[in-house]
C-alpha cells in the first residue's frame, strides 16, 4: 500500500519562503502523477499545483503562478514544493496527493483524480 507523506510546513512572516516536500513508502512516484493541494478554515479544499504521471509538464493555480513551484527529485522519490513570497492567504493545511491518472496526458488540479493522499502538513502566514 502506497503511503504519502508531506514535511516542511511552519510558520513564516509575509513575504516569506518554505519548502514543502512529499515522499511515498510502498512504492516509488514514478508513472504517477503528483497533487498539491491545500485547505484552509472554513474554506473547500484547493488545488495548487501538479506534475504529470510521464513527467513532462507541471501545472500551478492561477494564484500561486509566480509564486510557487512544484518539482520532482526522481533520485530522492521526493516532490517538492518551493513556496516563495508568501501571503497571509496562502495559510491553509497543505496535502500532497498520488495518482496514477491513466489516460490523462497532463495532470489535473481535481481532488478526486488521486488515489493516495497524505495527512497534511500546516502552513500559517502571519505577522
Known amino acids: 500500500q502506497l503511503q504519502v507523506v508531506e514535511s516542511g510546513g511552519g510558520w513564516v512572516q509575509p513575504g516569506g519562503s518554505l519548502r514543502l516536500s512529499c515522499s511515498t513508502s510502498?512504492?516509488?512516484?514514478?508513472?504517477?502523477?503528483i497533487g498539491w493541494f491545500r485547505q484552509a478554515p472554513g474554506k473547500e479544499r484547493e488545488g495548487v499545483a501538479c506534475?504529470?504521471?510521464?513527467?513532462?509538464?507541471?501545472h500551478h493555480a492561477d494564484s500561486v503562478v509566480g509564486r510557487f513551484t512544484i518539482s520532482k527529485d526522481n533520485a530522492n522519490n521526493t516532490v517538492y514544493l518551493q513556496m516563495n513570497s508568501l501571503k497571509p492567504e496562502d495559510t491553509a493545511d497543505y496535502y500532497c496527493?498520488?495518482?496514477?491518472?491513466?489516460?490523462?496526458?497532463?495532470?489535473?488540479?481535481?481532488?478526486?483524480?488521486?488515489?493516495?493522499w497524505g495527512r497534511g502538513t500546516q502552513v500559517t502566514i502571519s505577522s
Open positions: 496527493a498520488v495518482g496514477s491518472l491513466a489516460g490523462f496526458r497532463l495532470c489535473v488540479l481535481a481532488a478526486h483524480v488521486y488515489d493516495y
Open positions: 510502498g512504492a516509488t512516484l514514478d508513472g504517477y502523477a
Open positions: 506534475y504529470s504521471n510521464n513527467g513532462g509538464s507541471s
